[in-house]
């Protein structure tokens, strides 16, 4: 099948994470005929979202030991003139995975993921489940949440639940600073399927209702990615959920932070005077470059002091820190202040906070740039592994990549992502480590009447020198865990040897780690977490380019995932790699609607039948594989499936 | 560069849209007028409601056309049976759905829902208000869902208090909503009514709003919608009406009588003496208002030519519902009953100790709100109103301070403040002079810039209004039956309608203000006793024959001073 890949191409990219899929399809929006290789079976790299199954997948990858040497097939492709750089096969981002399971296992072990088909997880990423969990979702092309409406029955109960949301909203703060929890004989009585009664073997069986994300972030509704998916069209494949509510750890209980008006105006552990310095404080700083005279005096100190002398009280301190601006308590004012201002600005746009989440993972939205790319004449190659570089020995510019099966594909610029950069290029750099934990859990880390919350948790760092730990808890109707569990992440940059050191201390205070079913009551105040995984990733996102030692010129790196909470790094990375590709073209303009395009046969540079062709017998499947234009709407329709 | 998609440009775009208008704006044009000629024609068949029902999906604007179907609707009635209306109606309401998503805030839409909910042989209310709560969802100010809410509520009879718990959910979403602040303080009266205050809402109950209230301006005080409702909340009870006060004069000989609200008199007015009705005919103190405060009118001599005698006077209004007694002694010219503003606490609230100490503590978290937010104009007039409804003496000096503030923070309604604070000024000197059972007021030097409460007026007989913004003396300035001398020096004042049919008046002061011409004074002609006029600094003075003129208008004027004496 390999040899039906056409032999020049203008940009060749391996690796599938977020800036390399947003590049690809900057490239083929202006016409560059752009080839998209992952070495892996997934799209996303270090981006990805798993199931179950898929998860396990992946851990076994992770730890198995891969061939490193070169292939000889792609030996004899080299001309005299021209030197090979190979690339890293093996990959080395992800480290210390220990995996945990407490949930029982009695039965667990013959039991399969129900219709998993072979542990090509791409594939089960795009399957959109169909049971009657809460669907509404936003649109963010539309500027505002948009609710479904439909003649259905359905829809009555969807107006049920939407009745039944509004109570539940108004009354969530009644439980504020307490942790509610039912108890545990109670639940069985009256509700079948109780938390508790989750088995390890459900959840494999459950296995396909799993996306879990490698990265946890989430998109700021004013983010660069949000501006990104909407001028660029690319946001009609994806749909969002907003996060419900933000929380903080505060005093040794969690603690819901007000950050919209009427979060402050329903919050019961602000008084009143309190309401008004947070809102006079927040409404202020959000233009804080029109008032220089109320923060010049404290340029210099952190942005702690600054919120001190602002007469902010303890409690108002910690929900600005580490709740809203989420900077750590060394941060300068100006960091600080243009942080909050950040959070502010996204407020309201979509929601009550300032958070969007991609229903189906984050995976998803690699994938989305990918499917773009691919409406436009891109070529995809999944699980097909680029063997080197070929280098013109006068130019020591690239002149063409050679496959793992000897094929060469002559090209004017390689991006690549920088876990398969060579030992011998990246022998200068130091990298940073980002610590990972992922939980299934068995209830909400803070109950309301709803079970439904999508929460982003801040947990201060315990001592000086440590960072503050980002937890989010995502609940099944983002589509991302099965019914009756919820889906924690917890992320930090690292500062211990392995993420468990990190991330443990955290997940004893606020969850119940236990393999006994039967569990006192007084321990049942806290989730209990069901299964467990901790790892490293690696995080390239500061290493400046002149650390790669003897990179061609024409070949440029994308760095993986960043340890920050948006995905503003990855967006800026690409748009500022395209513009040193062109510098006269624009960034993903908007695409054109489909009625608007121009069909004719003597004018498409490509010819659909030759471009419609998959190149890998593995992709085939795929929907996302399918590179004709007129197969736009076919798989628009898929999509509104 | 090579190798683009090619996209059809803007003209062909437009070009390709205009003539999809085009064809549209035909097909519109023709159902239209296929629809009215059904109309005109009588045809009022199901074929009316396809082709009203196409257009009305693009314009739900179109009245006629929902008139036409109800006309329809009312023709199939006649000959279809229960089933068949029933999924008409059901076809209807959902043809109706679809409308009001795309407009959600059409009236004829909303308007014909209701009436297909009235005409439906089995209506489903519950339905109903889920769609309405689904509305409220998307935009929780859609006042015509409000609206069409509120007949389903009723008609449905959903339990007040899930109603009250609606709101409050929806305050809380956003609390920048009248309609939600609106409809509280609709349904409180009515769960937790105050079996004292007629419309008013129990103390326990006022106590858990004025704290939700609260949450709402130290959120956000420039919000005004939770001011307003802050206001309700702090209202006095509905008074009914009264007879404030009834005064007898053998001089003129008239009988007066003030009443609580502006009425209308006709025959419901009646005058008995000693028991027996007497024929009298009621006129208003000014000329032209039908309802007024003040009804005077005069007594037939014959009824009390005997000095010696006492005469009781009892005046009843709309069989009782209101009614006051007056006894003239005898060898007594006049006599006057009256409520005291003093007793009844006219110009505050009516509060239990219990209410007052909520009071306190709402004016103390308003001067803390204050003294974060130094500008905000709600919470100044705040402040001052809760001064004025718990005590307006105590607090009088402090409430003029807060004036001036306002006025500087809020320069544009400036003219506003000053007029509330004439009403402020006006109602403590009326309870001073009360306090010191005085027929005397004086009200110089208060910055006034209009009068009012002249309805407790009645037995004044001297009154200062000097060194004051005072452009005009208002008509019901008449009410002042027993004025004898009035002084209106270094005003501002052109016109002089209210000086009209003083019985009492001798002596008048104008100096010092603005009025041009000798016909100016003509209504002083009606006052019978004047005989002492100062005219000093007005620019009428300046005129060669105003002392002629004046003297041909005012024969009766004794004494007219054009310069200082």
Not at chain 1, 488 to 504: I, N, Q, Y
Request: net charge negative.
């Amino acid at each position: 099948m390999a040899d039906d890949l056409p032999t020049e191409f203008d940009v060749v990219i391996l690796g599938t994470g977020l800036p390399e899929s947003i590049i690809a399809a900057a490239c083929t929006r202006i016409g560059q005929r752009v080839l998209h290789i992952d070495a892996r079976n997934y799209y996303g790299g270090n981006w990805a979202s798993f199931t179950f199954s898929g998860l396990q997948t992946w851990i076994e990858n992770c730890k198995q030991e891969l061939n490193t040497e070169l292939a000889a097939a792609c030996k004899g492709q080299a001309l005299d003139n021209e030197e090979i750089i190979p690339f890293n096969k093996r990959n080395q981002t992800i480290q210390n995975i220990e995996v945990f399971c407490y949930s029982s296992t009695e039965d667990g072990e013959a039991v399969e993921e129900a219709g998993a088909l072979n542990i090509n997880s791409a594939l089960l990423t795009t399957v959109t489940s169909s049971d009657g969990q809460e669907n509404s979702s936003i649109d963010i092309s539309k500027n505002h949440t948009s609710t479904e409406q439909n003649d259905s029955p359905e829809g009555r109960s969807d107006l049920e639940e939407a009745t039944n949301s509004d109570q539940r909203s108004a009354d969530s703060t009644l439980e504020t600073g307490t942790i509610v929890e039912v108890e545990p004989s109670l639940t069985q009585a009256i509700q079948q399927d109780s938390p508790k009664t989750i088995t390890y073997s459900q959840i494999v069986k459950e296995g396909r209702r799993f996306n879990v994300d490698l990265v946890s972030k989430f998109l700021y509704s004013r983010g660069l990615l949000i501006e990104l998916l909407i001028k660029s069209n690319v946001s009609r494949y994806t749909e969002f959920k907003n996060v419900t509510r933000i929380l903080t750890y505060h005093n040794g209980k969690i603690e819901q932070v007000p950050c919209s008006r009427a979060d402050v105006f329903a919050s019961k552990q602000l008084s009143m005077v309190e309401k008004r310095i947070l809102m006079k404080f927040l409404m202020h700083y959000i233009d804080y470059e029109l008032h220089p005279e109320d923060y010049q005096d404290y340029e210099n100190s952190t942005f702690l002091e600054f919120l001190k002398s602002k007469q902010l009280t303890p409690t108002l301190q910690h929900f600005v820190l580490y709740s809203i601006a989420m900077v750590p308590e060394n941060a300068k004012t100006i960091e600080g202040l243009k942080a909050m201002q950040h959070f502010l600005r996204c407020l309201g746009r979509y929601g009550n906070t300032p958070f969007l989440f991609p229903m189906y993972g984050l995976g998803e939205i690699p994938q989305c740039f990918c499917r773009m790319c691919a409406v436009f004449g891109g070529v995809y190659c999944l699980h097909h592994s680029l063997e080197c570089l070929v280098v013109d020995g006068d130019s020591k510019l690239c002149k063409a990549v050679i496959d793992h099966r000897g094929k060469r594909v002559d090209c004017k610029y390689v991006i690549v992502e920088d876990s398969y950069l060579p030992e011998q290029i990246c022998a200068n750099v130091s990298y940073k480590q980002i610590s990972r934990a992922v939980l299934i859990t068995d209830c909400s880390i803070l109950n309301t009447e709803s079970n439904q919350e999508i929460s982003v948790l801040t947990f201060p760092p315990a001592d000086k020198g440590q960072t503050a730990v980002y937890i989010t808890e995502l609940c099944s109707s983002t589509m991302t865990c099965m019914k009756n569990t919820y889906l924690v992440h917890l992320t930090c940059s690292s500062t211990k040897p392995t993420a468990k050191e990190d991330l443990e201390p955290v997940v004893q205070q606020l969850f119940t780690l236990s393999t006994e079913n039967d569990i006192e009551a007084n321990d049942r105040t806290k989730p209990k977490v069901l299964w467990a995984l901790y790892f490293n990733m690696r995080d390239s996102s500061g290493v400046p380019r002149q650390s790669y030692a003897g990179l061609p010129p024409n070949v440029y790196v994308c760095s993986g995932p960043d340890h920050c909470f948006g995905n503003d790094h990855a967006v800026q990375q690409a748009e500022n790699l395209f513009h040193e590709l062109y510098p006269s073209e624009e960034f993903c303009p908007p695409a054109p609607n489909p009625e608007d395009i121009i069909y004719d046969g003597e004018c498409a540079q490509q010819e659909p039948s030759e471009s419609s062709i998959p190149v890998d017998s593995k992709a085939e499947a795929s929907a996302e594989n399918e590179t004709v234009v007129e197969s736009y709407e076919d798989s628009e329709a898929q999509k509104a499936e | 560069m090579h190798g683009r998609i090619k996209v059809k440009t803007t003209l062909e775009q437009q070009e390709a849209k205009r003539k999809e208008r085009e064809k549209k704006l035909q097909l519109y044009v023709s159902a239209t007028q296929a629809a009215l000629h059904k109309r005109e024609t009588g045809q009022l068949d199901k074929e009316a409601l396809d082709l009203t029902a196409q257009i009305l999906a693009l314009n739900p604007d179109f009245a006629s056309l929902w008139n036409l179907r109800r006309e329809v609707f009312l023709q199939l009635q006649t000959d279809r049976s229960e089933e068949e209306m029933q999924s008409l109606c059901l076809g209807e309401l959902t043809f109706l759905e679809n409308c009001l998503r795309v407009s959600p805030k059409s009236y004829g839409t909303w308007y014909h829902r209701c009436w297909i909910m009235k005409i439906i042989p089995k209506p489903d209310w519950a339905r109903e208000l889920t769609l309405c709560n689904r509305f409220l969802e998307i935009d929780e100010r859609n006042f015509h869902c409000w609206d069409y809410r509120r007949i389903v509520t009723q008609s449905s009879s959903v339990p007040l208090p899930e109603e009250l718990e609606f709101t409050t959910s929806l305050i809380g979403k956003n609390f920048s909503n009248y309609s939600s602040w609106h409809y509280r303080s609709k349904l409180l009266p009515q769960i937790h009514p105050d079996p004292l205050r007629i419309g008013r809402v129990t103390e326990e109950a006022l106590l858990n709003e004025l704290e939700l209230v609260q949450n709402a301006f130290f959120t956000d005080p420039n919000d005004q919608s939770a001011w307003f409702y802050h206001r309700w909340l702090l209202g006095r009870a509905d008074h009914p009406v009264s007879i404030r006060c009834v005064m007898v004069s053998l001089d003129e000989p008239c009988v007066s009588v003030t009443f609580s609200h502006p009425v209308e008199v006709q025959e419901d007015l009646i005058l008995f003496l000693n028991n027996r009705p007497i024929f009298v005919s009621w006129r208003t103190a000014g000329r032209k208002e039908k309802r007024s405060l003040f009804w005077v009118c005069d007594l037939p001599k014959e009824c009390i030519n005997d000095p010696c005698c006492q005469y009781n006077f009892q005046v009843l209004w709309k069989d009782g519902e209101a009614k006051k007694e007056c006894i003239l002694y005898p060898g007594r010219r006049e006599s006057w009953f009256r409520d005291s503003a003093t007793e009844n606490e006219f110009f505050s609230l009516d509060l239990s100790e219990g209410k007052s100490n909520v009071l306190q503590q709402e004016l103390k978290s308003c001067k803390d709100l204050q003294e974060l937010e130094p500008d905000n104009k709600w919470c100044l007039l705040t402040i001052i109103l809760l001064m004025r409804a718990l005590d307006p003496l105590v607090y009088e000096k402090e409430a003029l301070g807060y004036f001036e503030t306002l006025k500087v923070v809020d320069p544009m309604r400036s003219g506003y403040y000053d007029d509330l604070r004439s009403k402020f000024q006006m109602e403590n000197a009326i309870l001073k002079m009360e306090y010191a059972e005085s027929c005397l007021i004086n009200l110089s030097k208060k910055g006034l810039t209009r009068l009012c409460h002249l309805e407790h007026l009645g037995q004044v007989t001297h009154m200062n209004l000097s060194a004051n913004q005072l452009c005009a003396l208002p008509s019901n300035l008449c009410m002042l039956r027993r004025l004898q001398v009035l002084e209106v020096d270094n005003n501002e004042v052109v016109r002089l309608e209210g000086l009209w049919n003083l019985p009492q008046l001798e002596e008048l002061s104008l100096q010092f203000n603005k009025i041009q011409n000798v016909s100016d004074l003509q209504p002083l002609s009606s006052c019978p006793r004047l005989s002492v006029l100062h005219l000093h600094g007005n620019p009428l003075c300046e005129k060669a024959d105003a002392r002629t003129q004046l003297e041909s208008l005012l024969p009766h004027v004794n004494t007219i001073h054009l310069s200082l004496i």
